[in-house]
């Protein structure tokens, strides 16, 4: 009888970066907890994590990241006063954070990049595949990315890593993928990868973005994989062995995302996923869109 893979129930978020680029906001504050409307970028993250099935989610962490911690865990007081006050929607805002999921957290000691924050996991995840999603990357609820990448590493083996198009002037802020097409439009088969390749080297307009469903033996290699740019253990450095060579772990496909993507990662696009949240939200979206008509119109 052929045993049936295990099904994938952990998620990591690596949540140890400084945040330099939105300085001096994070100086004292994760940059995960900047908030996007009314809720922090990791909130998101964590609510995708859950929405996909995975209920058990380990922060990777580092200094000056207890905020996170304390986001996700109970808050007596504060619920004691909106108890006692009656406010019943915003104690519930309250819980729902810390309602979501089981969470973990280890610290990153040194900041030596995504791949070795990756492997801090390694105690926690053990044998079984593993997702990982990164912070800066919020996928909009109603494209479900994470839970067509596990379908098909839960069908194919191996790895899986998300992917979009981008303009080829841009591929060089990314890690790239080299593909074959599949039988599935929106899968490709995975035969290398190149971390912020200049234009004129790179394989493809199919930036890697931030998620990925790994088979364990990523952590074998990671552990054996020596700095690349930037002097930090690369995840896709890792990956392109993966990728070079299948029998080491399976195949490494990857699933072409054309859905709604708010990169967070850098102010304008920050600030554009703010407008385009507030905008589509039911109770802030009406009035916020004839403000902004007003503001574009009269004022620009």
């Known amino acids: 009888m052929t045993q049936s893979p295990p099904r994938i129930s952990k998620a990591v978020i690596p949540a140890a970066g400084l945040g330099t680029r939105f300085l001096p906001a994070t ?5 995960e907890m900047l908030p996007v409307v009314d809720k922090p970028a990791i909130q998101y993250v964590v609510e995708e994590a859950v929405a996909a099935g995975l209920s058990d989610v380990l922060m990777i962490t580092g200094r000056n990241k207890r905020p996170l911690e304390d986001h996700f865990d109970r808050n007596y007081e504060l619920e004691s006063a909106l108890t006692s006050k009656g406010d019943g929607e915003r104690l519930s805002k309250v819980q729902e954070s810390s309602d979501l999921a089981t969470m973990h957290y280890v610290r990153q000691g040194d900041p030596r990049g995504l791949g070795h924050a990756v492997l801090c996991a390694a105690p926690h995840v053990g044998d079984q595949p593993f997702a990982v999603l990164l912070g800066d990357d919020l996928i909009d609820p109603r494209d479900p990315l994470l839970a067509r990448m596990i379908e098909v590493q839960e069908r194919e083996g191996g790895s899986v890593i998300a992917l979009m198009e981008v303009d080829p002037a841009q591929i060089h802020m990314y890690g790239c993928a080299a593909v074959e097409p599949t039988v599935d439009g929106d899968v490709v088969r995975i035969s290398g990868l190149v971390e912020k390749p200049d234009q004129a080297d790179a394989p493809s307009n199919l930036a890697i973005i931030g998620r990925y469903v790994l088979d364990p033996v990523i952590f074998d ?14 995840l896709t450095d890792a990956l392109q062995l ?21 990169d967070t990662g850098d102010r304008g696009d920050y600030l554009r996923a703010i407008v385009r949240l507030a905008c589509e939200r ?14 574009v119109t009269e004022e620009m």
Request: hydrophobic share 30%; glycine share 14%.
């Open 27 to 31: 100086k004292a504050t994760p940059k």
């Open 221 to 234: 290699i990671l552990r054996h994989t020596e700095p690349g740019r930037g002097g930090e253990i690369q």
């Open 242 to 262: 993966l990728a070079e060579d299948e029998k080491i772990g399976g195949p490494v496909h990857g699933v072409v995302f054309k859905g709604r993507r708010y």
């Open 282 to 295: 039911e109770d802030l979206g009406p009035d916020f869109r004839t403000w902004l008509r007003r503001y």
